[in-house]
């Protein structure tokens, strides 16, 4: 701790350490309290601190929402209005996340695949956010004149994504 006093009419400062302070403080290193609402006898320290460790695979879809979703902040004044959205925005994560699963188990025995980025032949994994910005610009051509409706001819990577996702841009469905 700091202490300062007058010598020879200046200033110094003096410190030293406590070192029961540190001893305190070191032998708490690495140590944190958990909470959990399991029951004691279904579970023990080593599993609620393995549970917690997987936490980032279920939050990490919850990022999603605040990216390729845009889900901007807005006032709602109801409970039901905020079930309403809170309904919404899970229902598009989870079709977020059902698009990603779909195209990855179609991939298979493939975990990556080449074309997400211009200019660029190397081979990543498919993400929901990868998926979602290479068929943005698919457009469909509603029914003119009696013709069906289409989907002008989509690109390469467009192609391989919607075969993986077993949709026939020939074919629209309602």
Known sequence: MGQRTARAGKPIFAWHYDQAAIDAEAATDGWYALLSNLPP????????????KNQPA?????AAIKGPLAVAPMFLRHNR???ALITVICLALLIFSLIE???????????EMIGFYAYDNRAIRPTGRLI???????RLIPAHDRQPPRIPQ???????????LNTDPTQPRW
């Open 41 to 52: 006898d279904e579970s023990d320290a080593a599993e609620i601190l393995r549970r917690y």
């Open 58 to 62: 279920v939050e990490q879809r919850y």
């Open 81 to 83: 209005r905020i079930a």
């Open 101 to 111: 699963r779909e195209v990855r188990t179609n991939l298979a025995p493939d975990t």
């Open 132 to 138: 979602l910005q290479a068929l943005h610009d698919l």
């Open 154 to 164: 989509p690109g390469w990577l467009q192609a391989q994504l919607l075969a993986l």
